[in-house]
């Protein structure tokens, strides 16, 4: 009981810290998780002197925060926005992941001399791209939706195959014809295990009468995580079914469905904090330095020719422009995923299991500050980045369940072709419309004559049957102006 306080001061002010390190990461513009990662580094052996060297635990730990991390990523992301993206964001996670390890595989087997099992373990650990990474840095890079559709279902879903290789590769077992039987099986199984628990966990939750709001989002959370458990224990992919039912639960109509969001966003956070805190405090300086060479070989290998390759080749049906395929081939971001994967054959006792995981460690760092900061201006290089819009605007919105109807919350960014359109240009569908204007930190009922401005946010009411139409429209001339429609912009 002594020693109780000053641990859960420590972690107290652990998670103060990473919470104050978003707006650090957001300034410098790259994910948070490196300074997660530092923090955990000054805790440890080389820092504060907490010894922690457990893979065993860090393996297991690391697997959980990624349910909870996929759960979020499922919950939070819009079937209208990734459902024209799904047959390249199905490809990317599933054909890219098998040509990237056998890519990887092959150029390290050549430059570091590793056996040829060991050599596509390091390809099947670096395959999978990381959902957290994904989702915290593409939503707020002002891409299109196509392309941030792509690689949010790519992160959601490449967990799952990459975790089947890197378990097969590990277990030293004879790899035979029956292998592509069982992959197929294990996803196929995973996604109908996590449709089967989305509907029914949105059927179980609408008809449910719960005594406190706080009680759904536990529930649509559990839901997500006995979808895991369920595919797991069936020998399917329980990663794939944990991403799918949240997809499904989040796309639904819950009661209290912002509330959900808005508790799975937050025990996202604490995941990715735990997790990245976590493993830093399982890092070695001193070992991470006898593997920068190695880290910085297979982070080229990854970033210059297996990435690209992979892209290239497994979209081919699709014929994307190359400038979309140059900016998905650089937006592959690598985080803690591969380095929980890379704890799974050191925590089996994999011969030069260690190396790599070290390796991993130096690459993710590398990786995520060299591409982390680089995605905005390469958006715009490229000219991806929304007709050179600075922000794509921000809307949220929040359920007013008794009246049928949801709050749309509106902000105006600079840029923006909504400034200076007067309100009765904007011409809401029939049923949705502007309550409130907030300028200068004052608010007004606008008028049709209401002209809007920059940094004005707005509160629009709508029905459930026209939100979406609604936010469409304001999407469209956010971006086309008044005369959006005669220019051919439908706010998708």
């Known amino acids: 009981m002594d020693g109780l306080p000053v641990l859960l001061g420590v972690g107290g002010l652990v998670l103060l810290s990473s919470v104050l390190a978003v707006?650090?990461?957001i300034r410098l513009g790259f994910p948070s998780?490196?300074?997660?990662?530092?923090?955990?580094?000054?805790?440890?052996?080389?820092?504060?002197?907490?010894?922690?060297?457990?893979?065993?635990?860090?393996?297991?730990?690391?697997?959980?925060?990624?349910?909870?991390?996929l759960t979020e990523g499922g919950l939070t992301t819009r079937w209208s926005s990734v459902k024209s993206s799904l047959g390249p964001g199905i490809?990317?996670?599933?054909?890219?992941?098998?040509?990237?390890?056998?890519?990887?595989?092959?150029?390290?087997?050549?430059?570091?001399?590793?056996?040829?099992?060991?050599a596509l373990l390091w390809g099947a650990v670096l395959a999978s791209t990381d959902a957290a990474a994904v989702f915290s840095v593409l939503r707020s890079a002002g891409i299109g939706k196509r392309l941030s559709g792509m690689l949010e279902l790519e992160s959601?879903?490449?967990?799952?195959?990459?975790?089947?290789?890197?378990?097969?590769l590990a277990s030293g077992d004879a790899v035979d014809w029956s292998l592509p039987l069982v992959v197929v099986y294990e996803l196929a199984a995973g996604l109908a295990i996590g449709l089967a628990f989305g509907w029914l966990g949105t059927?179980?939750?609408?008809?449910?009468?719960?005594?406190?709001?706080?009680?759904?989002?536990?529930?649509?959370?559990?839901?997500?995580?006995?979808?895991?458990?369920?595919?797991?224990?069936?020998?399917?992919?329980?990663?794939?079914?944990?991403?799918?039912?949240?997809l499904v639960l989040g796309n639904s109509k819950l009661p209290h469905r912002s509330d959900t969001l808005s508790f799975a966003e937050g025990l996202g956070w604490l995941a990715q904090i735990g997790l990245f805190v976590l493993l830093g405090l399982f890092a070695s300086p001193g070992r991470l330095l006898?593997?920068?060479?190695?880290?910085?070989?297979?982070?080229?290998?990854?970033?210059?020719?297996?990435?690209?390759?992979?892209?290239a080749l497994s979209l081919l049906p699709f014929r994307l422009p190359w400038r979309e395929q140059a900016f998905l081939s650089w937006a592959g971001l690598r985080g803690a995923v591969p380095i929980v994967l890379a704890m799974i054959p050191l925590s089996q006792g994999v011969p030069g299991a260690q190396r790599l995981v070290d390796a991993v460690f130096v690459l993710v760092i590398v990786l995520t500050l060299l591409q982390g900061s680089t995605l905005?201006?390469?958006?715009?290089?490229l000219r991806l980045d929304r007709a050179g819009e600075v922000q794509e605007i921000e809307v949220d919105s929040a359920p007013l369940d008794e009246l049928g109807a949801e709050l749309l919350q509106v902000r105006i960014q600079k840029g923006s072709k909504l400034?200076?359109?007067?309100?009765?240009?904007?011409?809401?569908?029939?049923?949705?419309?502007?309550?409130?204007?907030?300028?200068?930190?004052?608010?007004?009922?606008?008028?049709?004559?209401?002209r809007l401005q920059e940094d004005d946010q707005l509160l629009v009411v709508a029905t459930e049957h026209v939100r979406e139409a609604a936010e469409l429209r304001i999407r469209a001339v956010d971006r086309a102006g008044r005369l959006a429609r005669w220019r051919g912009e439908s706010g998708r």
């Open 290 to 311: 006898e593997t920068l060479v190695p880290g910085l070989v297979a982070g080229a290998v990854v970033l210059l020719l297996a990435r690209p390759l992979s892209v």
């Open 91 to 118: 490809v990317l996670s599933t054909v890219a992941v098998v040509i990237s390890i056998v890519v990887t595989g092959a150029a390290l087997h050549w430059l570091l001399g590793l056996d040829w099992r060991l």
């Open 203 to 246: 059927q179980a939750l609408r008809r449910a009468a719960l005594p406190a709001t706080g009680l759904y989002p536990l529930a649509t959370v559990a839901v997500c995580v006995l979808a895991y458990s369920s595919g797991q224990l069936a020998h399917a992919s329980g990663l794939l079914a944990t991403y799918v039912a949240g």
């Open 376 to 381: 905005g201006p390469l958006a715009r290089l």
């Open 33 to 69: 998780l490196l300074l997660y990662l530092a923090i955990g580094v000054v805790l440890g052996e080389s820092g504060l002197g907490i010894h922690f060297d457990n893979p065993a635990l860090t393996q297991s730990l690391g697997l959980a925060a990624l349910v909870l991390i």
């Open 23 to 25: 707006r650090v990461s």
């Open 419 to 450: 400034h200076g359109v007067y309100l009765s240009e904007l011409r809401l569908p029939a049923g949705a419309t502007v309550s409130l204007v907030v300028r200068g930190g004052a608010g007004f009922t606008p008028q049709k004559t209401s």
């Open 156 to 168: 959601g879903i490449n967990d799952a195959p990459a975790y089947i290789a890197v378990i097969v």
